[in-house]
Each structure stands twice: as structure tokens, then as C-alpha cells.
């Protein structure tokens, strides 16, 4: 072989490594340009607002001048959840007289959610009008009457009242809240349970036969009485 023929190989075997060295940096560049990469990122969409949570409060500075607070139970993903809020009564008078004060209370679960109650889920199945009135004569002491009779309620709307009135002063001494309707039934004594709060929509518990000493005035220790359950199928008001 001339000499000439043995200097090819070196030749093409000198092409052949710078081909591979093009490639080697055509790939690192690649790499680089992969990382430096402007494109972003789907990290899936923004976080939400937290349900069943008023962030900010709903109620103006002045609103609270005007009144006092109060809290109230509305319902959210299909549970009862507190909410604090300003009852539009003097507060002389709302610690003076417990069926003003339950009124109010009243009142305010009727009223429909604020905007910020209503953007975390909250709504109300009480509608009004709806009207307290104090005891009768035979009536167990504490003892509060509604415009309509509180079996008639939807099941949401009664719990609503229930576990709003069981935390305020419009409960009796032993936490349970005695209600009775226009009519001559007498009233019976509702408790607020952790069972009621997580379903709202099943009967609202009664508690045995009540006592019917004659009511006056500020509520006593009631005893209890038999009930049914209430209504349902009622849509809350949520605007």
C-alpha cells in the first residue's frame, strides 16, 4: 500500500471524532437551553377561597357602633357553621330583655348572607316573617314562642335557631332552648348537639316532658318534652 493510501485512515478517523465532538456539543448546548427555558410552569390553578370561612369579618365599623355582636349559626357545605355578626339593638337593651335580644338574633338568621358570607358558602334556611312573643301563662319559665309552629319549620331553619338561641342568653340555664308556636301546643325543649350541627337537615332533638310551671320574665332550668321531628324541603336564602 503507498503511502499516500496510509495516510487516509488517520484522515477519516480524524473526521469521524470531530463529528462526534459537533454532536457532543450540539446536545450540551441543547441541555442548557432546556434549563434556561422562559416557558412557565403549570402548577395548576390558583388556590381558592377557604369555604365556610368569612375572612375580613362582615360587618362595618359603623354597623358595630350601632349594635352589639352576636353570633349566629348559618348553614355551609351542608353543616351548621358560626358566624359573628352586629345586631342593630342597644346593648342596654339587649342585656335588659332576653326576648328583644332573642328577636334580634332572629332576625339576623333571617336576613340574607353579606356578599363575603355568601363568596364562602354560607346560606340561611329561615325565612321570615317570623316573630317572637314571651311565654304564656302554664308555660315552663324561659319558655319563647314562635309566629309559626317550630315542627312547621323546615328541619335547616329550625337547627339555625336551636343552636343560635343554645349560645346566647335566650337559652335557659341548662343550655336547652324551650319553643312553642301560636298555637295551644305546648312548647318543647330543643338541644343543640354536635349531631345537629353536622346534619342540620335530620329532626332537631327534643328533650322529655316538660314541667309547666308559670313562666315569668327571665328563663329557669326547663325540664323537657316529646317531639317530632320537623319539616324540610325548604331552599336556603343565600342572596
Do not use: W
Not at 390558583?46 to 360587618?59: K, L, Y
Not at 336576613?111 to 302554664?138: H, I, K, M, N, W
Not at 324561659?142 to 349560645?167: H, K, M, N, W, Y
Amino acid at each position: 500500500m503507498t503511502p499516500k493510501g496510509r495516510t487516509r485512515r488517520p484522515a477519516a478517523a480524524l473526521a469521524a471524532l470531530a463529528a462526534l465532538a459537533a454532536l457532543a456539543s450540539t446536545a450540551l448546548i441543547g441541555g442548557c437551553g432546556i434549563r434556561s427555558t422562559q416557558v412557565p410552569v403549570d402548577a395548576g390553578p390558583a388556590p381558592s377561597r377557604v369555604p365556610c370561612e368569612v375572612s375580613g369579618g362582615s360587618v362595618t365599623p359603623q354597623a358595630q357602633q350601632q349594635g352589639v355582636p352576636v353570633r349566629v349559626y348559618l348553614v355551609c357545605a351542608s353543616q351548621l357553621e358560626s358566624v359573628d355578626r352586629t345586631a342593630e339593638i342597644p346593648e342596654q337593651k339587649a342585656t335588659g330583655s332576653r326576648l328583644r335580644f332573642a328577636q334580634a338574633l332572629l332576625d339576623q338568621l333571617i336576613e340574607a348572607p353579606s356578599d363575603p358570607e355568601q363568596e364562602a358558602g354560607f346560606a340561611t334556611y329561615v325565612r321570615g316573617p317570623l316573630v317572637l312573643s314571651g311565654a304564656r301563662e302554664g308555660d315552663p319559665a324561659g319558655t319563647l314562642r314562635l309566629s309559626r309552629q317550630p315542627e312547621d319549620l323546615p328541619a335547616s331553619a329550625l337547627a339555625q335557631i336551636v343552636c343560635t338561641f343554645a349560645e346566647s342568653v335566650a337559652a335557659a340555664t341548662d343550655g336547652s332552648v324551650l319553643l312553642g308556636g301560636p298555637g295551644k301546643y305546648a312548647p318543647r325543649g330543643y338541644q343543640c348537639s354536635a349531631g345537629t350541627k353536622e346534619r342540620p337537615e335530620e329532626a332537631v332533638p327534643t328533650l322529655g316532658a316538660l314541667p309547666s310551671p308559670t313562666a315569668s320574665g327571665a328563663g329557669s332550668g326547663p325540664g323537657s318534652g316529646p317531639g317530632s321531628g320537623p319539616g324540610s324541603g325548604a331552599s336556603p336564602a343565600s342572596s
